[in-house]
């Protein structure tokens, strides 16, 4: 025989109900069957609201017919009258009385139970199955102690062996679950899960062949769906990875439930009712071997801190906490402590905190007052985060996800058996560890949630390439970069489950203010884990907050060169904070937009090479400039206009002409070799003539065109015929002297003979002597710098 058990979700008016019918014919087809039922839909919580109603002395019929009403179905002939007005006298009487108890909440609730179970056998008789309406108090028989439900396995086995073997070939019995009857024959409650406690228990009575536990989800997870989207169904479980689960907080199972099955060796399948067809976990005594199984977790958990020197070398003191802890009914989840004794934490339900301090405040009232106790803290703002399986490196692998996150570790428990491991941490922080701890240990798709500033050319390029690409990255890397946000210097949009690629429709209708700092809140609040920002904007207001970036526990991706070539203070201040939070922050667009310069840099310093200098052609809008300009016939103004048509220049491409942005990049490079070099330590030769750095804007600018053509035709007129203009970084390192300028090189040097908009670079070290290392390729244009940002956000996502 089978026994089948159905969720109150799974008997639901409807289509569930229906479902359900259909799965018990199935069943019965292939053979003997029992069926254990839970209150159908809401039933329950209208039942405690109707209870809560009337020991208040308030008026409940409304509810009451509400609640007659949902358990109603048109065409079904059942006698149900009895129960109904049973009921209602029931809560009368409590009206008058307006006395709350345990007993009376019991008989209450117990209603749900019975009048399912007559609508389900009722069902089944309309479709020709000889259903019979089953009260589990007739077999399951206990008591109540320490406000818990104890059956009486001896009694309950006798009565529903007797009650079996009475029963007719073909008949099925539709059973109440989650109540019994104490032994004067009054409604007791079997607490949560009660009713897969019935189904379990009455298997293990007549030695079923297995139980199936029908319920609203696929089966059991490796975590919780609601918390973890990646999340799997696990095939297969043993019963001790199942209890283990059940300790931990899996909703589906517990461990009241899983122990009469392991005890008899029955087997349990998880079915979702709503999907029949797939095919559920199996629970039994093998399971599927070694391995990490689930990610579990347990929310609103207290944990308590007792503390002292006096406790040093003092025997019996986890005794005396266990002892009093037990006086008031209080179970310990877990509990860690110095060999020295001086420091003992353990983890209690949030709702026995109170009676906990309480108990052990009376317990050590006179270490308390001698002070060899300093303290008893309990902070009641804790989840655990159980790891079950047997692991291999599962710890560490957790820990470091965790603290590359921020998530605080308070407590860590291994069990003896290596079956689990537990953490615990702040519970605000739970949906983010759980996601963290999850990848971690499974080795599941990671996830970079994104945050980008900046929406013009290189951001715009930059998401569009995420978007075009995130299959692949996800196909070849396990990677997925998930933009959850976008903000301009107007507006901010942001989504927790991401944006799409019509981002640009999503920012231009929003109404939400861009704002750093409430970004960045909403950002924490969110609970995501590994985020990103990646600043592709000129901001220095953004780079200013940085240091706020990185103290809230996300990594930085960035084109905009600010931070970097800001103060020394700042750019040393903001290194600091980096390391001090295990922080990343990628800027290899700071210079030479794609290529791999500062990565390259970082080596060689690394490695102790010792650089000696650095120079190049920074700029690949200039460098195209003046590569044109140096070969062709053409005004500057024209070349120029080209450039800034081309999109190379910024939209005032005296931005470009100042040499700042070129000795930014200067700067930039110095400090990454070890100098302590600031902005104003560099020469700068501004390609603006003098004559027109008065102009307000480029307009202005452009109205001196004849005068702006005429002083670069002189520079042009003094080359000589193999000589073409560079405009050049240079930087001597022993010397720390840093100059910016425009000059004459030979075409068939590495400098005179890029093209287009090329960048070049050439790194002197001590190991290479004159032969310098070259570093040359495309060095401008946004969708090359978007190239390099999305490099660094790979890069960044293979340390996750």
Known sequence: MKVLKFGGKSLSNGAPIESAVDIIKREAQTGAIAVVVSARGRSTDMLLDLYAKAVKGEDFEKELQAFLEVQYLEGLQLETEKYNRELEEVLQALRLIQVDSDRARDRVLAYGEVLSAQTVAGLLRREGLDALFVDARQLLRGSVCSHEAVVDLSRSEQNTKAFFQDLKAGQVPVITGFIAADPEGRTITLGRNGSNYTATLIASFIKA??????????????????????????????????????????????????????????????FNSFHPELEGTLIDEKGAGKGIKAVSTIEDVSLVSIEGRGLLGKVGIDARIFSALSSRSISVRLISQASSERGIGF?????????????????????????????????????????????????????????????????????????????????????????????????????????????????????????????????????????????????????????????????????????????????????????????????????????????????????????????????????????????????????????????????????????????????????????????????????????????????????????????????????????????????????????????????AFLDKREEVDAYFEGIKRSLREDEVLRYVGDLEVNSNRLKVSLVKVARSSPLGSIRNADSIFEIFTESYGSQPIVIQGAGAGAEVTARGVYSDLLRMGGQY
């Open 209 to 270: 062949a297995e139980v199936q536990n029908w319920t609203d989800v696929d089966g059991v997870y490796t975590a919780s769906p609601r918390y973890v989207k990646s999340a799997q169904r696990i095939p297969h479980l043993s019963y001790r990875e199942a209890n283990e689960l059940a300790n931990f907080g899996a909703k589906v199972l517990h461990s009241k439930t899983i122990r009469p099955l392991m005890e008899s060796g029955i087997p349990l399948r998880v």
């Open 347 to 699: 983890v209690i339900n949030k709702e026995d905190a109170a009676a906990a301090k309480a108990a052990l405040a009376a317990e050590f009232r006179e270490e308390l007052a001698g002070g060899d106790i300093s303290s008893i803290q309990i902070d009641s703002d804790k989840a655990v985060i159980a790891i079950v399986g047997r692991h291999n490196y599962s710890l560490e692998k957790a820990i470091y996800g965790l603290r590359r996150n921020r998530i605080w570790m308070y407590l860590i428990s291994n069990s003896i058996n290596g079956e689990h491991i537990s953490l615990v941490i702040d519970n605000k922080a739970l949906k983010k560890a759980v996601n963290v701890v999850h990848n971690q240990v499974f080795g599941a798709i990671r996830t970079l949630h994104l945050f980008a500033f900046g929406k013009g050319n290189v951001g715009g390029k930059l998401l569009d390439q995420i978007f075009e690409t995130g299959d692949e990255v996800v196909k070849r890397r396990n990677l997925r970069i998930n933009v959850v946000g976008v903000a301009d210097t107007a507006k901010m949009v942001f989504h927790e489950e991401g944006l799409s690629s019509s981002w640009r429709q999503a920012l231009a209708e929003s109404r939400e203010e861009s704002n750093v700092k409430l970004i960045l809140e909403r950002l924490k609040e969110s609970g995501l884990e590994n985020i990103v920002i990646a600043d592709n904007t000129s901001s220095q207001e953004l780079t200013a907050q940085y240091p706020a970036i990185v103290s809230s526990g996300f990594d930085i991706v960035a084109s905009n060169k600010k931070a970097n070539s800001s103060s020394y203070e700042f750019y040393e201040s903001l290194r600091h904070g980096l390391k001090r939070r295990g922080k990343l922050f990628y800027y290899e667009t700071n210079v030479g937009a794609g290529l791999p310069l500062i990565d390259t840099l970082k080596h060689l310093h690394n490695s102790s090479d010792k650089i000696e200098r650095i120079r190049g052609v920074f700029s690949g809008s200039l460098s195209y400039i003046f590569n044109n300009y140096s070969l062709e016939d053409k005004p500057f103004s024209a070349v120029l206009a080209e450039a800034k048509a081309s999109g190379l220049t910024e939209p005032d491409p005296r931005e470009d002409l100042s040499g700042m942005d070129v000795a930014r990049k200067l700067i930039i490079l110095a400090r990454e070799v070890g100098l302590k070099s600031e902005l104003e330590d560099v020469e700068v030769e501004s390609l603006v003539p003098a004559f027109a750095s008065q102009a307000g804007d480029y307009a």
